[in-house]
């Protein structure tokens, strides 16, 4: 079954860490050949993009989160990772990875962040 599963999400105190993960059940020519984004979605608030890596490993980030949040993608997994750092209330919400390529999203996951 073609899906993608984020995991990793929870509730962590102002100033942790998370790592989140997003592994795409794809065959690997299609994960390859495919940029990756990562949207969330805050309570009462619209999903937004705020991260994405290409298929050369290239990375944007939206301001709220450059220099907090890094990405990496591990092709042989078939898995992108969303490492966040030093996070803030606001960065509460459902995290969810898309697969550009064929435009397939995740389920997503909920990240807390609070004290």
């Known amino acids: 079954q073609v899906q993608l599963v984020e995991s990793g999400g929870g509730l962590v105190q102002p100033g942790g860490s998370l790592r989140l993960s997003c592994r795409a059940s794809?065959?690997?020519?299609?994960?390859?050949?495919?940029?990756m984004d990562w949207y969330r979605q805050a309570p009462g608030k619209q999903r937004e993009e705020f991260a994405s890596i290409s298929t050369s490993n290239k990375t944007t980030f939206a301001g709220a989160v450059k220099g907090r949040f890094s990405i990496t993608r591990d092709n042989s997994k078939n898995t992108v990772y969303l490492q966040m750092n030093d996070l803030k209330p606001e960065d509460t919400g459902v995290y969810y990875c898309r697969l550009m390529r064929i435009n397939l999203w995740g389920l997503g996951t909920q990240v807390t962040v609070s004290s």
């Open positions: 794809v065959s690997e020519d299609i994960f390859r050949d495919s940029d």
